[in-house]
C-alpha cells in the first residue's frame, strides 16, 4: 500500500456537532500531518506527529483535537466549529529521516 | 519563520513551449525544496524536489534549479502538454520528518493546445 487514506471524502457538519476525520498510511512512515487548504490558497500546516508524539502544533485553535492512536493512523476531532473552518482538511506523511511528504486526497468539511 | 514567495501566479503557455515558476525563500537554514502539483480537486502530489547540496536536478521534462547565495529556486517545465494544467506549488523546509513545510501562494498553470 503506498497510498494516504483518508475518510470521510466529503463531510456537512452543523457548529454543534462532533465529528472525525481519519487518516491511514502504511508504508511505514513516522511523521504524520494535518494541513488545511482554503479555495485557490496553498495549504497550511495544522499539526505535526513525530514518532507518535505531537511535535508542532501551528496555534490552532482547541475546537480541532489531533489524536495519533498509533504509528498508522491519525485522527482529528472537530466540536463547535465556525463557517469559516470550511475547507479541504489534508492529511500527510513522511518516512523516518526523510522529508518527502506525501499527501492523502483529502476531506471536504462544510460547516453549515 | 520561514516565508517563501512564488512567482508568477499565473501562466498561460502553448503546448509545447516551455513554463518556469521562480519562488523565493527567506530562511538561510532551510535546506529542502519540494514542488507540488494539485489538479482540480485533487491531492497535491508531489513531482520533484531537491536539497540544498544539489544545484539542478532533472526528471524528464521538469527541472529544478536552486541558488543557496540568492535564496531563490526554479521548476522549469518543457515541451509543456495540457495535462500539465494545474496549480503548481513550491515548498520549503529544513528537512527530515517531522519538520514544516512552508508553501508558497501557488501558481496556476495553463497549457494551451
Known amino acids: 500500500d503506498t497510498e494516504v487514506t483518508q475518510t470521510p471524502k466529503h463531510l456537512v457538519m452543523g457548529m454543534t456537532n462532533k465529528k472525525s476525520l481519519k487518516c491511514e498510511q502504511h508504508?511505514?512512515?513516522?511523521?504524520m500531518y494535518w494541513y488545511k487548504q482554503k479555495a485557490k490558497k496553498p495549504p497550511e500546516l495544522m499539526f505535526v506527529?513525530?514518532?507518535?508524539?505531537?511535535?508542532i502544533n501551528e496555534s490552532v485553535p482547541s475546537r480541532f483535537s489531533p489524536e495519533c492512536p498509533n504509528s498508522s493512523l491519525l485522527n482529528l476531532h472537530l466540536h463547535a466549529l465556525q463557517p469559516e473552518d470550511s475547507a479541504l482538511y489534508l492529511c500527510?506523511?513522511?518516512?523516518?529521516?526523510?522529508?518527502?511528504?506525501?499527501f492523502g486526497q483529502g476531506t471536504r468539511l462544510t460547516v453549515v | 519563520g520561514e516565508n517563501v514567495e512564488q512567482h508568477p501566479s499565473t501562466l498561460s503557455v502553448q503546448e509545447g513551449d516551455s513554463a518556469v515558476i521562480k519562488c523565493t525563500y527567506s530562511?538561510?537554514?532551510?535546506?529542502?525544496f519540494p514542488w507540488y502539483k494539485q489538479e482540480l480537486g485533487k491531492r497535491p502530489q508531489l513531482i520533484i524536489d531537491i536539497r540544498s547540496n544539489v544545484g539542478e536536478k532533472k526528471d524528464q521534462r521538469i527541472a529544478v534549479t536552486l541558488n543557496k547565495t540568492a535564496k531563490h529556486f526554479s521548476l522549469h517545465i518543457t515541451e509543456t502538454q495540457p495535462e500539465d494544467s494545474a496549480v503548481y506549488f513550491c515548498?520549503?523546509?529544513?528537512?527530515?520528518?517531522?519538520?514544516?513545510?512552508?508553501f508558497g501562494g501557488g501558481t496556476r498553470v495553463l497549457v494551451k493546445p
Open positions: 508504508m511505514g512512515h513516522r511523521a
Open positions: 506527529y513525530s514518532y507518535e508524539k505531537l511535535s
Open positions: 530562511d538561510s537554514a532551510s535546506n529542502y
Open positions: 500527510a506523511s513522511s518516512p523516518g529521516g526523510r522529508d518527502e511528504a506525501f
Open positions: 515548498a520549503a523546509s529544513m528537512g527530515a520528518a517531522g519538520n514544516k513545510l512552508t
